[in-house]
């Protein structure tokens, strides 16, 4: 079925660092690509989204890239803040199969002052 | 708006106890899942009901778990006797789904669960 893998953390960073989280996945049909955030204490909530190979999606200086040839959905960021500490979602859904979001296990971010 | 909503925020209660869970859904949407957050096995898929209607129950851990949509905009999750295994943090999220579309899910703050 489909899946979805993401580098596993916790990932440690200087605030202004260069941030990568690398997210695969494997799936039949033509899925949408999430990554969603959570925040300590809090639930989770939309970062940004793609709906098609080759969109770019974009939120509060992320961005990720849909990238069909490599099956990848990639997290980005130029220079991180110390607020940015969290715990980061890749995941996939496909509406031609059914409404459920599959979720990768989630990668801590911590980012040091 | 308010977003969605869940009652209680943290419970502690002793095994072999029910468990009562409420999530209130954003007004206008008519998607509501419930999902289960471990250390161990990350967010699972508990239960996703359209329109009032239950469509996937496949998560649901065992017979001591049921969920219920009363009404369009409010729901329960119980459990029946409720076990230390069961100690996890519960989030219910809501949506509004339209014909061939996912809409974004959105999150209630959750709802922290002790068995002792």
């Known amino acids: 079925g489909d899946s979805v893998t993401q580098m596993e953390g916790p990932v440690t960073l200087s605030e202004e660092a260069f941030l990568t989280i690398n997210c695969t996945y494997t799936a039949t049909g033509y899925p949408s690509l999430f990554w969603y955030v959570q925040y300590p204490g809090e639930g989770l909530q939309l970062l940004l989204k793609?709906?098609?190979?080759?969109d770019k999606g974009s939120n509060k200086g992320f961005e990720a890239t849909y990238r069909k040839e490599t099956t990848s959905f990639h997290l980005e960021k130029g220079s991180v803040q110390v607020s940015d500490s969290a715990v980061y979602f890749c995941a996939l859904s496909d509406p031609e199969r059914d409404d459920k979001i599959i979720f990768g296990k989630g990668t801590r971010l911590h980012i040091l002052p | 708006d308010a977003g969605v909503i869940q009652s209680p925020r943290h419970e502690v209660t002793e095994m072999g106890q029910e468990v009562t869970l409420r999530c209130k859904l954003i007004?206008?949407?008519?998607?509501l899942f419930w999902y289960r957050q471990t250390m161990m096995r990350g967010l699972e898929l508990l239960i996703y009901f359209n329109n009032n209607v239950p469509i996937d129950d496949s998560g649901m851990p065992e017979d001591r778990f049921s969920a219920k949509m009363p009404n369009a905009s409010f729901s329960t999750l119980k459990i029946q006797p409720s076990e230390p295994r069961d100690s996890a943090v519960y989030f219910c999220?809501?949506?509004?789904?339209?014909?061939?579309?996912?809409?974004?899910?959105?999150f209630g703050p959750g709802t922290r669960l002790l068995v002792l």
């Open positions: 007004s206008g949407h008519n998607s």
């Open positions: 999220a809501s949506s509004f789904k339209r014909t061939g579309g996912i809409e974004t899910q959105y």
């Open positions: 793609a709906t098609k190979a080759d």
